[in-house]
């Protein structure tokens, strides 16, 4: 009886003696050693259960886009090809980062097409024509766009305008003011060697500059992440380890060592695609790690929750197309800076189609609170990669137009899923 009464002691007491708890101190040293990669799997294992998918499903399919294309032509990874890639981005990434920010609300902008060709046609009027200065001119646009959110978002917001409606009576009249502006000559030529052009024509040719980069971005994201665990420890929430910490910032320092590598076997660092990645880091800072950002996403998870818990539906709804029209008249300028000029086809034809589609595809919900800045240059990379395989091979546009479009509803359809997993699971 006795002895019954030893085997079903729990290992670790006194009862058991130096070999009952020699097993269970061994199990522990096991756990500690698996410890991180075991919570990383089973994490990675809950996510993928509830649908909290992530980024995962673009950048796996980023990698087979290019590894697809790479295969049909050799050209495809070519230093060359990857560094204009990186540049072409650039315009309509920066548009797609402000819709992003409409999108986490569960609304839409179909005006930022036309806003970024009014601030493009309006820089080239007030520099070319009325010689005002580059810089000068260059504030007055992005204000515009401004000051053009300001006005969607106070229609919405406050008269009650739905959001489609407001946007796209916004897509036709800044339009016409566009064609207005810029007169009976149709197109404006800016100065090839200006401010402005050099935004995308320049490239730091340095070596050391785009592996400096590298590394400082790097060691910033590690500094930054350890910071954030050490907080969330000190507050008795969950915290990555220091392992886990090590393996996310290894593989960051794989994948930005390798692009400065190959952008410097060509012309070195674009500046266009330096301010790019500044833009997405800073407003991914904006919106997860301050109190604005925590409002758009609450919002984005419901309008009358968001107004219970205190936060200005109002101010917040206006701010995020405010955003929007600045990022789009930002964006303009890029795109006239890569053909030196504004004309009447600026901010038309598929550049509206392009910056939406690319924040679905890079991971941001159609139906609000979830996504990051980081979905406008995923998205991006996918789009745009898809167009400069076609152009390598010479297919029609037509065909292009298809296999984005296929790719567009296949983010949707996994949003969707996503969704429908999470509101299973109880948390959506």
Request: charged share 15%; aromatic share 8%.
């Amino acid at each position: 009886m006795r002895k019954e009464t030893f085997r079903n002691t729990e290992p670790g007491r006194t009862a058991g003696g130096p070999e009952a708890r020699a097993p269970a101190a061994a199990g522990r040293r096991l756990l500690v050693r698996r410890g991180d990669v075991g919570r990383a799997v089973d994490e990675f294992r809950r996510r993928l259960r509830d649908g909290e998918l992530g980024s995962l499903p673009v950048v796996l399919g980023l990698a087979l886009i290019w590894i697809i294309f790479e295969i049909l032509n050799e050209n495809f990874l070519s230093p060359r090809n990857l560094s204009n890639l990186s540049v072409d981005i650039v315009g309509t990434g920066l548009i797609a980062v402000g819709i992003v920010f409409v999108l986490l609300i569960g609304e839409i902008d179909l005006s930022v097409g036309s806003v970024s060709g009014l601030a493009a046609a309006m820089f080239a009027v007030l520099n070319v024509h009325q010689g005002m200065p580059e810089w000068l001119a260059v504030i007055v646009a992005v204000l515009c766009g401004t000051t053009v959110g300001a006005v969607h978002g106070f229609f919405f917001a406050r008269v009650g305008v739905p959001s489609f409606v407001v946007t796209l009576a916004g897509l036709l009249g800044w339009n016409g003011l566009m064609l207005y502006v810029l007169g009976e000559s149709g197109t404006i030529s800016i100065d090839d060697q200006g401010l402005v052009a050099k935004l995308t024509s320049h490239y730091f040719s340095d070596a050391a500059v785009a592996y400096g980069l590298a590394v400082l971005g790097t060691a910033a994201f590690f500094l930054a992440a350890y910071r954030d665990s050490l907080r969330r420890k000190a507050g008795g929430m969950e915290s990555r380890s220091l392992g886990r910490l090590g393996f996310r910032t290894g593989a960051l320092a794989v994948i930005a060592l390798a692009a400065a590598y190959v952008l410097n076997q060509f012309q070195g660092l674009p500046l266009a695609l330096l301010i790019f990645l500044l833009v997405v880091v800073g407003l991914d800072y904006l919106l997860r790690r301050t109190r604005y950002g925590r409002q758009v996403f609450a919002l984005g998870g419901g309008v009358e929750a968001a107004r219970r818990a205190g936060i200005n539906v109002v101010l917040v709804r206006i701010s995020v197309f405010m955003v929007s029209g600045t990022m789009a008249a930002i964006g303009g300028l890029f795109l006239a800076s890569r053909i030196t000029s504004a004309s009447q086809t600026s901010g038309s034809g598929i550049l509206l189609m392009n910056a939406i589609a690319a924040a679905v595809i890079g991971g941001t919900s159609l139906f609000g609170g979830r996504g990051t800045t980081w979905s406008a240059l995923l998205g991006m990379l996918v789009i745009q990669s898809i167009a400069s395989a076609m152009a390598l091979m010479g297919v029609q546009a037509a065909v292009q137009f298809m296999i984005t479009g296929g790719v567009l509803l296949l983010a949707v359809v996994i949003d969707s899923l996503s969704r429908r997993s999470q509101e299973a699971h109880g948390r959506a």
